[in-house]
């Protein structure tokens, strides 16, 4: 069959949860056996997210093929299980590079470069490259920000465009907000009328609605909706809050908006999918009644974006585990020995978080000293872990001043320190090792247990390694490298095995934990913060 693509735009306001509804579309096409792909579009002229700070834009998610991209891309994964790629997410920036590129190697042979038709064939060609190189049923286009924005109008002119181009197989579905005025007490259809007219004046006429809210929307307020915004009633449908956005395919397939796709795009319906795996998910989630407490150290507590698949994975291990998830979140910026005690009482486990920087790094040592000797199970990721090598080595060998070269140019008991081939790189995304990487474990260490392997493969983003100089001291003291990379030779992951659980990774394994296949290492991780 031919590759059939649907755009999901958004307007109103940012944050309503494109990317989940676009993943839920997803999930449920996928249910009923199709092969389908979500890429995200993103207008800010950043080449890619890898240099953003995350107050700006949440995580940084990073692909299997070492392409560091929106935190969407993410939320695709998780509910698909299926790996994304570079391909998967683009930014305005890389648009705009690509044509100059094309334009200084004279590919446009001295025509005037413009946005039509240039930038937008751009966009166009990348959004049919999946649908060309994989032969995907379907591929959903997330279109990043509101309905309205300079910045989305590129994007916007693309689509209108490609509709023409693909005619019935093509699809848009437009997702807006519907407030409730509590002094009215009622609910405002006049912000999705505003946002469908805006989106009608740039030649787009959306399919399906989906509208955002807090409160149920009558069947009376939808068919008006529908009538103003020339839509059909039966495709427009609500997407009201729910205790997790796990909950929402259903929420969506109960008001068949997978059939309304299929019926608008010509293909047969078929029988209503039984999605029995994630029903049997959310049941474990909706049965658990104990909950296992969990401290996250890390510096960018205040942002619930910022540690965003770490908050899943622990969520989806908790929730197979049978427990709820009480994940406090410890800013390390106010950590100190004298109070570290009193941050991480009642905690059945201790996260320490990946990052980058100086600050807040004393606070996670304190924690660190703290769960090792008080042997609280105990997970460090990326710089987690190197906090672990570092408080071990200043407090268990003695090397009072140990530190990374990150922190200290000049430290003489490197023990974390930048691989002698990344020394002369200057650009700071150039040092990064990045995506995914093998990594063989010891077969009796913790990890192995859990992954029930010894060969592994995780996704990397960090600059700074484990320094093998001092391996033999670690050992020897306690602290053993169960993991390494077949190629290198660099620590991957170390472990105190005297400890109930005591594991640090440079890698990040949240990236790889879905709904269907939450990561090992998590799963083991709660299982012992309940044990404990």
Same mark, same amino acid.
């Not at 805006?198 to 909706?225: C, F, M, N, Y």
């Not at 807040?360 to 000797?373: D, H, N, P, S, V």
């Not at 009796?444 to 010894?454: F, V």
């Given at each position: 069959?031919?590759?059939?693509? +649907?755009?999901?735009? =958004? *307007?109103? !306001?940012?944050?309503?949860?494109?990317?989940?509804?676009?993943? &839920? %579309?997803?999930? $449920?096409?996928?249910?009923?056996?199709?092969?389908?792909?979500?890429?995200?579009?993103?207008?800010?002229?950043?080449?890619?997210?890898?240099?953003?700070?995350?107050?700006?834009?949440?995580?940084?998610?990073?692909?299997?093929?070492?392409?560091?991209?929106?935190?969407?891309?993410?939320?695709?994964?998780?509910?698909?299980?299926?790996?994304?790629?570079?391909?998967?997410?683009?930014?305005?920036?890389?648009?705009?590079?690509?044509?100059?590129?094309?334009?200084?190697?004279?590919?446009?042979?001295?025509?005037?470069?413009?946005?039509?038709?240039?930038?937008?064939?751009?966009?166009?060609?990348?959004?049919?490259?999946?649908?060309?190189?994989?032969?995907?049923?379907?591929? +959903?286009?997330?279109? =990043? *920000?509101? !309905?309205?924005?300079?910045?989305?109008?590129?994007?916007?002119? &693309? %689509?209108?465009? $490609?509709?023409?181009?693909?005619?019935?197989?093509?699809?848009?579905?437009?997702?807006?907000?519907?407030?409730?005025?509590?002094?009215?007490?009622?609910?405002?259809?006049?912000?999705?009328?505003?946002?469908?007219?805006?989106?009608?004046?740039?030649?787009?006429?959306?399919?399906?609605?989906?509208?955002?809210?807090?409160?149920?929307?009558?069947?009376?307020?939808?068919?008006?909706?529908?009538?103003?915004?020339?839509?059909?009633?039966?495709?427009?449908?609500?997407?009201?809050?729910?205790?997790?956005?796990?909950?929402?395919?259903?929420?969506?397939?109960?008001?068949?908006?997978?059939?309304?796709?299929?019926?608008?795009?010509?293909?047969?319906?078929?029988?209503?999918?039984?999605?029995?795996?994630?029903?049997?998910?959310?049941?474990?989630?909706?049965?658990?009644?104990?909950?296992?407490?969990?401290? $996250?150290?890390?510096?960018?507590?205040?942002?619930?974006?910022?540690?965003?698949?770490?908050?899943?994975?622990?969520?989806?291990?908790?929730?197979?585990?049978?427990?709820?998830?009480?994940?406090?979140?410890?800013?390390?910026?106010?950590?100190?020995?004298?109070?570290?005690?009193?941050?991480?009482?009642?905690?059945?486990?201790?996260?320490?978080?990946?990052?980058?920087?100086?600050?807040?790094?004393?606070?996670?040592?304190?924690?660190?000293?703290?769960?090792?000797?008080?042997?609280?199970?105990?997970?460090?990721?990326?710089?987690?872990?190197?906090?672990?090598?570092?408080?071990?080595?200043?407090?268990?060998?003695?090397?009072?001043?140990?530190?990374?070269?990150?922190?200290?140019?000049?430290?003489?008991?490197?023990?974390?320190?930048?691989?002698?081939?990344?020394?002369?790189?200057?650009?700071?995304?150039?040092?990064?090792?990045?995506?995914?990487?093998?990594?063989?474990?010891?077969?009796?260490?913790?990890?192995?247990?859990?992954?029930?392997?010894?060969?592994?493969?995780?996704?990397?983003?960090?600059?700074?390694?484990?320094?093998?100089?001092?391996?033999?001291?670690?050992?020897?003291?306690?602290?053993?490298?169960?993991?390494?990379?077949?190629?290198?030779?660099?620590?991957?992951?170390?472990?105190?095995?005297?400890?109930?659980?005591?594991?640090?990774?440079?890698?990040?394994?949240?990236?790889?934990?879905?709904?269907?296949?939450?990561?090992?290492?998590?799963?083991?991780?709660?299982?012992?913060?309940?044990?404990?």
């Amino acid at each position: 069959m031919e590759t059939k693509y +649907i755009f999901v735009t =958004g *307007g109103v !306001v940012s944050s309503l949860g494109k990317g989940i509804i676009s993943a &839920s %579309v997803a999930k $449920l096409l996928q249910a009923r056996g199709y092969n389908v792909t979500i890429q995200k579009f993103d207008p800010y002229i950043n080449v890619d997210p890898g240099t953003l700070n995350p107050y700006e834009h949440g995580e940084c998610y990073v692909t299997v093929d070492g392409h560091e991209a929106d935190l969407d891309l993410g939320h695709y994964e998780r509910f698909l299980n299926v790996q994304t790629t570079r391909a998967n997410n683009i930014t305005t920036g890389r648009i705009y590079q690509n044509v100059i590129n094309k334009e200084r190697r004279g590919d446009y042979l001295g025509k005037t470069v413009q946005i039509i038709p240039h930038i937008t064939d751009e966009i166009k060609r990348n959004v049919k490259l999946l649908g060309t190189k994989k032969q995907f049923d379907f591929v +959903i286009t997330e279109i =990043g *920000g509101t !309905v309205g924005d300079i910045e989305s109008l590129p994007y916007l002119e &693309s %689509v209108r465009q $490609l509709r023409w181009e693909m005619g019935k197989n093509c699809l848009c579905i437009h997702l807006t907000y519907v407030p409730y005025i509590a002094a009215a007490k009622e609910l405002k259809s006049k912000p999705t009328q505003h946002s469908v007219k805006q989106l009608q004046e740039v030649g787009i006429q959306p399919d399906i609605l989906v509208l955002r809210t807090e409160h149920e929307i009558s069947a009376d307020v939808r068919k008006k909706v529908a009538l103003f915004c020339n839509v059909d009633p039966a495709a427009v449908v609500q997407s009201i809050d729910v205790p997790s956005i796990y909950e929402v395919p259903l929420n969506m397939q109960k008001q068949h908006l997978d059939e309304i796709v299929l019926k608008k795009m010509g293909m047969p319906v078929g029988p209503t999918p039984e999605m029995k795996p994630w029903k049997s998910f959310l049941e474990r989630m909706k049965n658990a009644t104990e909950t296992v407490h969990i401290g $996250l150290v890390g510096k960018y507590v205040e942002l619930p974006d910022a540690y965003k698949s770490i908050n899943e994975s622990l969520f989806q291990a908790a929730t197979y585990n049978d427990r709820k998830l009480d994940l406090h979140l410890i800013h390390s910026e106010k950590v100190n020995d004298s109070n570290v005690a009193e941050w991480l009482s009642g905690m059945d486990g201790v996260i320490i978080a990946p990052g980058f920087g100086q600050r807040g790094i004393e606070g996670k040592f304190a924690a660190l000293k703290y769960t090792r000797e008080h042997d609280i199970p105990t997970f460090g990721i990326c710089l987690g872990m190197q906090c672990m090598v570092i408080e071990f080595a200043r407090n268990v060998l003695g090397y009072s001043d140990a530190n990374s070269t990150e922190m200290e140019v000049n430290v003489k008991h490197n023990v974390i320190d930048l691989m002698e081939s990344q020394k002369s790189i200057s650009n700071m995304g150039g040092t990064m090792r990045l995506g995914e990487y093998d990594c063989i474990l010891q077969e009796d260490s913790i990890p192995a247990k859990a992954y029930g392997t010894t060969h592994i493969k995780e996704r990397h983003r960090h600059r700074f390694e484990f320094n093998n100089e001092y391996r033999d001291e670690f050992e020897k003291a306690g602290m053993k490298c169960v993991g390494e990379n077949p190629d290198t030779h660099l620590v991957e992951v170390v472990e105190i095995p005297s400890l109930k659980w005591f594991v640090g990774v440079q890698y990040h394994p949240e990236y790889g934990s879905t709904v269907i296949k939450p990561n090992p290492l998590f799963v083991d991780f709660i299982k012992a913060a309940i044990q404990k």
